[in-house]
């Protein structure tokens, strides 16, 4: 897959029809496979929790649900931008997706200037992730800001 087909994946994926749990391991399973990452997550940022949406990889994340603060997760939404850690064992924010995981890179999707969702990253290496890595998920993001709008409007808009 080059970066034009993903793209078309990520356009295609967010804003299409069928189930929202669906599109989203659609968009998890691209950018996976585009990066060559173990795991991605996309989460929806609620008043009070974050969720997981989609994801692909070896196994769901341990946490489906937690608080809207916690996490590197909740850091990402707390100073909504983009938070890398390089070994996750040495920063005490870190809620267990895998017990395997040495690093990770969360990207909040933007609406309105507050966080609605999140991709996360995660690898079996320490400092796994780099500015190239940051700059493609952070592109990421803003393709899939679809997934977060509302049925109405998507409907009104032929998706």
């Known amino acids: 897959m080059n ?3 993903l793209t078309r994946e990520l356009v ?3 804003a299409g029809a069928g189930a929202r749990t669906r599109r989203a391991a659609r968009v998890a399973a691209a950018i996976r496979a585009f990066g060559g990452y173990r795991w991605v997550g996309v989460y929806d940022v609620g ?3 974050i969720s997981i949406v989609g994801w692909d990889g070896p196994g769901p994340p341990a946490y489906p649900r937690f608080p809207r603060a916690e996490g590197l997760c909740g850091a990402a939404v707390m100073a909504r931008r983009s938070v890398v850690v390089g070994d996750v064992a040495a ?3 870190y809620l267990t997706t ?3 995981t040495r690093s990770e890179i969360v990207v909040p999707v933007s609406s309105a200037d507050a966080p609605v969702g999140l ?3 995660e690898s079996e290496r320490p400092q796994a992730f780099g500015e190239a890595d940051e700059r493609l998920l952070e592109r990421c993001a ?5 997934l977060w709008r509302p049925e109405r409007a998507r409907r009104e808009a032929g998706g």
Request: no cysteine.
């Open 142 to 146: 803003a393709l899939i800001s679809p």
């Open 98 to 100: 895998h017990t395997t």
């Open 47 to 49: 008043a009070d929790e």
């Open 119 to 121: 991709i996360d990253v």
């Open 91 to 93: 920063d005490p924010r």
């Open 3 to 5: 970066a034009s087909e």
């Open 12 to 14: 295609e994926a967010s």
